[in-house]
């Protein structure tokens, strides 16, 4: 008679644990479908992979590169944040001739390393990239200086594993050869914020920056991000967009919830209100896993 109960309740068990078995996996949240031709996300605590679309398709980045040129400055071997640059003609003819993202800085004012950084990644300021890369570039002429620079950005892709990358500007206006994959620059954000000045410049949704002027007063700079996902979605932390002809509209994005950082990218999205539909929907996907 005991082992008839035994049997019993054993048979009791296994459809009982198939059938919550079966309910789990129903829970388990649909894999969004995106309009962005690639996209990637994954759980930045532990690396795993939680959404791919064309993830290692090499696409044009736009001014998500800048996040590399952040990078680099930001590994500098005693860097000081606080050391002065000199804003020179040649970055503002830069943007003009380029008609690119502007931090509208002004010849002869003296900004800040930490400055440059806000004017680069939160009004996307290619004069800011600029200054940097000549900054931190080596070389006796400025182009010198500049090829350096995206000599190092290069570097650093390979440092960190980014097959699939290549830069050939220090901003995102690409000279024919510049791009990346949405797993390699979610590699790339996902290093890049482990450096608490990165973080805390890309988490700013706007700032008023006092600068030197050229005969030694000052003026204020006021920045507001280009990434209004940081005023959209509840956790939002970065962490930069990008958008060009080529680019179309990209982002990487980075949020956390709950102790859970989840970080991706999308890339070529045909319009900035997709971009952000695709991103909330990989953001919530993210999180449900």
């Known amino acids: 008679m005991r082992s008839a109960v035994t049997v019993s309740l054993t048979a009791s068990a296994v459809l009982a644990g198939g059938l919550f078995a079966g309910q789990a996996h129903a829970a388990a949240p649909p894999t969004p479908s995106i309009t962005a031709p690639g996209g990637f996300v994954m759980n930045n605590g532990t690396g795993t992979t939680l959404f791919g679309k064309a993830a290692d398709t090499r696409r044009s980045t ?143 949704k706007s700032t008023k920056q006092k600068v030197t002027t050229k005969t030694g007063g000052y003026r204020y700079m006021a920045w507001s991000n280009t990434n209004k996902l940081l005023s959209t979605y509840s956790g939002a ?26 970080i991706g990218t999308v890339l070529g999205s045909s319009s900035e209100t997709n971009r952000a539909a695709d991103v909330k929907k990989l953001l919530d996907y993210g999180f449900k896993r």
């Open 62 to 204: 736009g001014s998500t590169t800048k996040i590399m040129t952040a990078k680099v400055v930001l590994s500098q071997r005693g860097l000081n944040l606080d050391a002065k640059v000199t804003v020179q003609k040649a970055y503002s003819d830069y943007i003009v001739s380029k008609n690119a993202s502007s931090a509208r800085l002004i010849v002869g004012d003296k900004v800040t390393v930490r400055q440059l950084l806000y004017g680069l990644m939160l009004p996307s300021g290619c004069d800011a990239a600029y200054a940097l890369a000549d900054k931190f570039g080596t070389g006796t002429t400025r182009a010198a200086r500049v090829k350096s620079f995206i000599g190092k950005m290069n570097d650093e892709a390979r440092k960190l594993g980014m097959r699939n990358t290549h830069f050939d500007s220090f901003d995102g206006i690409s000279n024919g050869s510049n791009y990346s994959t949405p797993r390699d620059l979610t590699k790339l954000a996902s290093s890049a914020m482990k450096n608490s000045t990165f973080r805390t410049v890309v988490g700013t």
């Open 237 to 262: 932390i970065g962490v930069k967009t990008g958008s060009g002809p080529q680019a179309k509209y990209c982002l990487v994005f980075a949020a956390t919830r709950n102790n859970k950082t989840v």
